[in-house]
């Protein structure tokens, strides 16, 4: 059996300039960091050679893999030529909330593959593949900063470059600068999971304003003023520089935001947090606030019955966790 481990992340600054619609034109720029949720990805043999069998949400036995009905499985499978393989899933997080699940299985579902075929990967080519897989097969109206991210780990800097390079460069701050900023950063959960390709497919239209795409150009500025803020140590301007993030968001496409998330983003605005986010395309699943120590509690007892939800920063990236061979 074989395991693998792949994180999934907090996007700060820049969400949208990853979509080709806009770094087509103009280098787009995300700074984000991975945390401690994970989705992890088994593979074992099947018992029964010429069948394959894959669990997920659902559970599919097929003899062809044409017949799969999970679309990133399929197309994997097709590309290793795979059968007598079982395939399992199990996610710290559900998708659709933000945190880039889809990605993180297919960057997972990639290693783990690789890794049953005694083939060593870098980090580069599963993000790579994962983005070719999600965005150019299966044609996602989705960006690149999810696979990167997975498939890296830590906190970076991702450029998104016209002649579809990525460049990757990690935040590097001391120790306690970093551990200064996730003590100050509260995540809580507001349900409605939904399907971010299609927020994403009317942000991506949208681009071509001229107005949305002068927004995206100044939240692409951002990542570099963030940037030089954590490594100044200045942590504190995280707060504000979210806020206008945030409010530059809202302003690319109507489904965003909604009236209980913005209720939700006064609320604590009002109670100790000086910034924050709704994490992914949007539209429900996770809220981020930058919230100093000293007011937390004010914070959290505010948006009760909110579930706080507790992570932490990591540097690793997908990860092989367990390969033990068949006796």
């Not at 889809?102 to 083939?119: D, I, R, W």
């Not at 780990?153 to 998104?160: P, T």
């Not at 963030?226 to 100044?232: F, G, P, R, T």
């Not at 914070?299 to 033990?324: C, M, V, W, Y």
Request: aromatic fraction near 8%; include cysteine.
């Amino acid at each position: 059996m074989i395991i693998t481990r792949t994180p999934f992340r907090i996007s700060f600054v820049g969400g949208g300039s990853d979509l080709q619609a806009f770094y087509a034109h103009q280098p787009g720029a995300v700074l984000s960091t991975t945390i401690n949720q994970y989705m992890y990805i088994s593979s074992h043999h099947f018992f029964e050679p010429d069948k394959i069998r894959v669990k997920y949400a659902l559970t599919e036995t097929v003899d062809d893999i044409q017949k799969l009905q999970h679309p990133i499985l399929r197309v994997i499978l097709e590309r290793f030529r795979l059968s007598g393989i079982e395939i399992s899933s199990i996610a710290d997080v559900p998708a659709g909330t933000g945190m880039g699940s889809s990605s993180s299985f297919t960057v997972g579902v990639l290693h783990n593959l690789y890794e049953m075929m005694g083939k060593s990967v870098g980090k580069e080519q599963l993000a790579k593949e994962a983005c070719e897989i999600e965005i150019e097969i299966l044609r996602e109206p989705i960006g690149k900063q999810d696979q990167y991210a997975a498939a890296y780990g830590g906190l970076n800097v991702f450029r998104f470059m016209p002649d579809e390079s990525v460049e990757v460069s990690p935040v590097n701050i001391p120790t306690d600068t970093l551990q200064r900023l996730q003590d100050n950063l509260l995540l809580f959960y507001i349900g409605s999971q939904r399907k971010a390709a299609d927020i994403l497919a009317t942000q991506r239209a949208n681009t071509a304003q001229s107005d949305k795409f002068r927004t995206l150009v100044r939240m692409v500025e951002l990542v570099d003023v963030l940037k030089a803020s954590l490594v100044k140590g200045l942590v504190d301007d995280m707060g504000e520089i979210l806020h206008e993030n945030w409010t530059l968001k809202k302003q690319l496409a109507g489904s965003i935001s909604n009236q209980e998330i913005n209720a939700y983003y006064d609320l604590a605005m009002k109670h100790g947090a000086t910034g924050g986010k709704l994490l992914g395309a949007g539209g429900g699943g996770f809220l981020l606030f930058y919230c100093p120590q000293s007011r937390q509690n004010e914070l959290i007892q505010t948006l009760h019955p909110l579930r706080k939800f507790d992570f932490s920063f990591e540097n690793q990236g997908s990860k092989l966790i367990h390969h033990a061979e068949m006796t």
